[in-house]
């Protein structure tokens, strides 16, 4: 576009256009535009990338950017501020005047005074960007240009076709929806009980003075504790029979001494599906809500969200999965798939999907540890802990894989007797030790297949003696691996590392994460081996718009193995450099930012395009189930709208910058 501008232009003419624009540089996230301002030209970003959006109409004293619904991707090349360019070209003739059809006319030609448009968009830049300010009247000037018209016409026909086609799929899924199949999207304000109906009371008013207040409304079920207008605990029926009655204590007492401190809370806001999944995730039946001030303004409880809608698949399966029998198990898979289906039907976002479905499929793995323990002749002899590996300790699983898992036990204890008689004491302990886990595997890996989970064709499972060990057996086991890194003990730690507790000792699993520690003092060579493999498989390059790829003849894109699988490693590096051992990848992107390896805009921007990502990911590959195809991690990038496309390019793009920033330390 700045070439047109000067087109056919003599030197001092092109300098004198050029010098009524202005290069304007913009840092992440300024605003280049803002919403209800006057608008007297356009702008062409020539690098870095902005986004339209609407603002969020919530107040907010979070000194962040603001939040809002983004409609799309402004790249290179493009224009910023066509939505207002029709006013510029105006085609309606003033009256009593002949002019050729070919002549353009403008805004002062009519009779009428033209008043400023403004508009509810707003427009602020993704990154670093450098944009050309074009005012009107240059349009003006250079509008007998053929090529200027038909570029900006161009770009508003293109434009154009992206909001119909966006606006057409919005109302597609809206129907598909139905104005009464889903109070998912009800808000938890159109759900609570309001602020008049609850029983407050204060940290120092005693126990009998706020059981009285609840039982002169039978409706009522819990009290807020306040002090100074905070929230400081929660009492229910539930706390009065429990903690007073049973244990005999005294009415006097002050009721702080009984209450829930500082309870979840959760903002007036917030989605029917954020306060059910709150609930059913944290094992509690009532949340105080609040309002922007963090100020109570209600109370919802599992009742008031259960009359919203009849209970859903989601509690019936947490109910089930308490009590479920060996016989029960194969039942449950089809159970939870209906749960997934459900949620992704109602849009609920993609990472609390992930989150219930992964809470459900931990509790389903916890009841067949739970069942083969009591398959067992006796009690474990002594601590252990059952750790997950793979999608399901990343909480990115969606539909049952194969099995993935390791095993750690407690080293046997020493013997307090006589030196003759400790060695074989020892000894004795740890034969019985190893016979029992060896067997409790075998048995947890049959309960598993039997609730859905295929075992796994490279016998990662506890039940092959490599995935299993005593405390110290796990200590020389991850020191060989970081100190001997042969390709394939590489690719073992990449699997191994992404560990996640899902049974067994609080304390035995604390030591066991001081071990990895300690085992990474020296795994520099091990870190820049890892870091090398990542370097032989870069994310793919897309910062051009998507669109080139396809000249390229490039239709597909394996996010697995392509994106998500780069992603997982590289941060799985970057945390391990930093000391970070354990966690989700989306706790490890949060752990590296309390480190201030990530910046807060990086560190948000990086979760919003994983789950750009996943969100793609699981859909396709549950679309793929539902229709009995066979499961691939290919998506078929011609069948993505321009809005998805762009969004797909801008999610990779920030994979690819922390993958970047991990290998600069190499």
């Given at each position: 576009m700045k070439h047109l501008l000067t087109k056919n232009l003599s030197e001092d003419q092109a300098t004198h256009i050029l010098s009524q624009c202005q290069t304007l540089h913009y840092n992440q996230n300024d605003i280049i535009l803002h919403a209800n301002e006057n608008r007297e030209g356009v702008f062409l970003v020539l690098s870095g990338m902005a986004e339209i959006y609407i603002p969020s109409q919530t107040p907010t004293n979070i000194k962040s950017k603001s939040q809002g619904e983004v409609l799309e991707i402004i790249k290179p090349n493009e224009l910023i501020g066509l939505s207002n360019i029709h006013h510029f070209?105006?085609?309606?003739?003033?009256?009593?005047?002949?002019?050729?059809?070919?002549?353009?006319?403008?805004?002062?030609?009519?009779?009428?005074?033209?008043?400023?448009?403004?508009?509810?968009?707003?427009?602020?830049?993704?990154?670093?960007?450098?944009?050309?300010?074009?005012?009107?009247?240059?349009?003006?000037?250079?509008?007998?240009?053929?090529?200027?018209?038909?570029?900006?016409?161009?770009?508003?026909?293109?434009?154009?076709?992206?909001?119909?086609?966006?606006?057409?799929?919005?109302?597609?899924?809206?129907?598909?929806?139905?104005?009464?199949?889903?109070?998912?999207?009800?808000?938890?304000?159109?759900?609570?009980?309001?602020?008049?109906?609850?029983?407050?009371?204060?940290?120092?008013?005693?126990?009998?003075?706020?059981?009285?207040?609840?039982?002169?409304?039978?409706?009522?079920?819990?009290?807020?504790?306040?002090?100074?207008?905070?929230?400081?605990?929660?009492?229910?029926?539930?706390?009065?029979?429990?903690?007073?009655?049973?244990?005999?204590?005294?009415?006097?007492?002050?009721?702080?001494?009984?209450?829930?401190?500082?309870?979840?809370?959760?903002?007036?806001?917030?989605?029917?599906?954020?306060?059910?999944?709150?609930?059913?995730?944290?094992?509690?039946?009532h949340l105080p809500v609040t309002n922007e001030y963090n100020q109570l303004t209600g109370i919802v409880t599992l009742t008031d969200l259960l009359q919203a809608k009849q209970p859903t698949a989601m509690l019936q399966n947490t109910e089930t999965l308490k009590t479920a029998t060996k016989e029960e198990l194969p039942q449950i898979k089809k159970q939870l798939y209906a749960t997934l289906t459900t949620m992704l039907q109602q849009q609920v976002p993609i990472l609390a999907t992930l989150e219930v479905m992964n809470t459900l499929y931990d509790q389903l793995i916890q009841r067949c540890i739970e069942l083969s323990i009591k398959e067992m002749p006796s009690a474990p002899p002594t601590k252990f802990c059952f750790y997950l590996m793979g999608s399901g300790a990343r909480k990115e699983q969606f539909l049952l894989?194969?099995?993935?898992?390791?095993?750690?036990?407690?080293?046997?204890?020493?013997?307090?007797?006589?030196?003759?008689?400790?060695?074989?004491?020892?000894?004795?302990?740890?034969?019985?030790?190893?016979?029992?886990?060896?067997?409790?595997?075998?048995?947890?890996?049959?309960?598993?297949?039997?609730?859905?989970?295929?075992?796994?064709?490279?016998?990662?499972?506890?039940?092959?003696?490599?995935?299993?060990?005593?405390?110290?057996?796990?200590?020389?086991?991850?020191?060989?691996?970081?100190?001997?890194?042969?390709?394939?003990?590489?690719?073992?730690?990449?699997?191994?590392?992404?560990?996640?507790?899902?049974?067994?000792?609080?304390?035995?699993?604390?030591?066991?994460?001081?071990?990895?520690?300690?085992?990474?003092?020296?795994?520099?060579?091990?870190?820049?081996?890892?870091?090398?493999?990542?370097?032989?498989?870069?994310?793919?390059?897309?910062?051009?718009?998507?669109?080139?790829?396809?000249?390229?003849?490039?239709?597909?894109?394996?996010?697995?193995?392509?994106?998500?699988?780069?992603?997982?490693?590289?941060?799985?590096?970057?945390?391990?450099?930093?000391?970070?051992?354990?966690?989700?990848p989306i706790e490890k992107i949060d752990q590296l930012h309390e480190k201030k390896i990530l910046s807060e805009n990086f560190q948000k921007d990086l979760k919003a395009s994983v789950a750009t990502i996943l969100n793609y990911y699981v859909r396709n590959r549950h679309q793929q189930h539902q229709k009995g195809e066979e499961l691939t991690s290919t998506l078929t990038l011609p069948t993505l709208t321009t809005r998805e496309k762009e969004e797909l390019m801008l999610s990779i793009r920030l994979i690819k910058e922390l993958q970047n920033h991990m290998l600069s330390y190499y």
């Open positions: 070209l105006i085609t309606q003739l003033p009256q009593n005047q002949q002019v050729e059809a070919k002549t353009p006319l403008y805004p002062d030609q009519l009779h009428t005074h033209q008043p400023h448009h403004q508009t509810l968009l707003q427009v602020r830049a993704i990154d670093d960007t450098e944009a050309l300010y074009i005012p009107y009247h240059i349009l003006k000037e250079r509008w007998s240009e053929p090529g200027i018209r038909d570029y900006i016409l161009n770009q508003v026909s293109s434009r154009l076709h992206d909001v119909y086609h966006s606006l057409a799929e919005q109302i597609t899924i809206s129907k598909s929806l139905g104005q009464s199949t889903d109070p998912t999207i009800l808000q938890v304000q159109d759900i609570m009980q309001a602020k008049p109906t609850i029983i407050t009371a204060k940290t120092t008013d005693t126990i009998q003075s706020v059981a009285e207040k609840l039982s002169k409304d039978s409706t009522m079920t819990a009290a807020i504790i306040l002090e100074s207008a905070k929230i400081k605990g929660i009492v229910t029926m539930h706390d009065f029979v429990n903690r007073v009655i049973t244990s005999g204590k005294s009415t006097q007492d002050q009721v702080q001494t009984i209450m829930t401190q500082n309870p979840i809370t959760i903002p007036k806001t917030a989605y029917y599906y954020e306060a059910l999944t709150t609930m059913l995730l944290n094992g509690f039946k894989t194969d099995q993935d898992h390791f095993l750690v036990y407690e080293n046997p204890p020493e013997s307090a007797q006589n030196p003759d008689t400790q060695a074989n004491s020892t000894t004795h302990s740890g034969h019985i030790a190893t016979r029992y886990f060896a067997d409790l595997s075998q048995k947890i890996v049959a309960n598993l297949e039997l609730a859905g989970y295929q075992r796994c064709k490279g016998d990662m499972m506890a039940s092959n003696p490599k995935w299993r060990g005593t405390l110290e057996d796990w200590g020389f086991r991850i020191q060989e691996w970081t100190l001997h890194a042969t390709n394939d003990r590489l690719l073992i730690a990449q699997n191994f590392f992404s560990y996640r507790h899902i049974a067994g000792d609080d304390t035995l699993h604390k030591q066991f994460q001081q071990t990895i520690l300690n085992s990474l003092d020296r795994a520099k060579i091990f870190l820049y081996r890892l870091s090398q493999l990542e370097r032989e498989n870069p994310i793919p390059t897309l910062e051009q718009p998507i669109r080139s790829m396809f000249r390229r003849n490039k239709k597909q894109l394996d996010l697995k193995k392509e994106v998500l699988f780069p992603y997982h490693h590289s941060l799985q590096i970057l945390a391990l450099m930093h000391g970070v051992t354990y966690g989700t």
